[in-house]
């Protein structure tokens, strides 16, 4: 069974840009919870989908957005970036009741 | 509210001993307990979790932990410390019941001196 994908691995963005960033779960995995992890706050939990419903928010800024497609694939969005915004950027997928959650491998975003 | 403490931000042990990487808890809900590693430049890889049931989880790569709920712990143990074990180990907490949201510790950075 293939694990989850993270796309892009890297991304280099520039302040005020905004960026997208995609994971595609485990199949038959219906949640993907998206997580923040830097050196100085660790990993921070941004929100978490379920059949297509935000279902969980963690204490981000409305830059941070995301959406679940039908397909249970998720994009996560973050506009006018700022320098702090560099960070990895996991997506973690679970069928949503057993508590496990599996994560891909991360985006590297950095913001210049 | 739901919090993690790791004790030991480094923990450095010989190949061959023990390795114990402490974790306690904050839980308001009976909570699901979880260990994760990760490798420079990799995800989380889940070692184990406990949910309900026996108290003793074994994971993978020869590691358990042992849920105690009268001292808020859930700690990592290995016999025996392999080379390859080191990484950075996080502990996390989630309901469980409501959905996928982790609370993670700081992280507890595990070095093997050959």
């Known amino acids: 069974k293939a694990g989850v994908t993270q796309t892009p691995r890297y991304l280099i963005k520039t302040r005020g840009q905004q960026v997208t960033l995609s994971c595609s779960p485990i199949?038959?995995?219906?949640?993907v919870s998206w997580y923040q992890q830097t050196p100085g706050q660790g990993l921070q939990f941004l929100f978490e989908?379920?059949?297509?419903?935000?279902?969980n928010k963690g204490n981000f800024p409305g830059r941070f957005s995301g959406r679940q497609f039908s397909n249970s694939r998720s994009e996560m969005n973050v506009s006018t970036l700022e320098l702090g915004d560099s960070a990895l950027y996991l997506c973690?997928?679970?069928?949503?009741?057993?508590?496990?959650?599996?994560f891909g491998p991360g985006t590297r975003l950095t913001v210049t | 509210a739901q919090s993690v403490t790791q004790l030991g931000s480094h923990v450095s042990v010989s190949e061959g001993a023990l390795v114990l990487l402490r974790c306690n808890y904050s839980?308001?809900?009976?909570?699901?307990l979880f260990w994760y590693v990760q490798y420079p430049n990799q995800g989380l890889q889940l070692l184990l979790k406990?949910?309900?049931?026996?108290?003793l989880v074994k994971g993978i790569n020869g590691f358990e932990a042992e849920f105690k709920k009268s001292e808020t712990s859930f700690h990592l143990t290995k016999p025996s410390a392999h080379m390859s074990d080191a990484a950075e180990y996080f502990c996390?907490?989630?309901?469980?019941?409501?959905?996928?949201?982790?609370?993670f510790g700081t992280g507890t950075s595990l070095t093997v001196i050959p």
């Open positions: 973690a997928s679970s069928l949503g009741t057993e508590g496990s959650a599996y």
């Open positions: 199949s038959g995995h219906r949640s």
């Open positions: 989908y379920f059949s297509e419903t935000q279902r």
């Open positions: 839980s308001s809900v009976p909570p699901y």
């Open positions: 406990y949910t309900t049931g026996a108290t």
């Open positions: 996390a907490v989630s309901e469980g019941r409501t959905g996928n949201q982790f609370y």
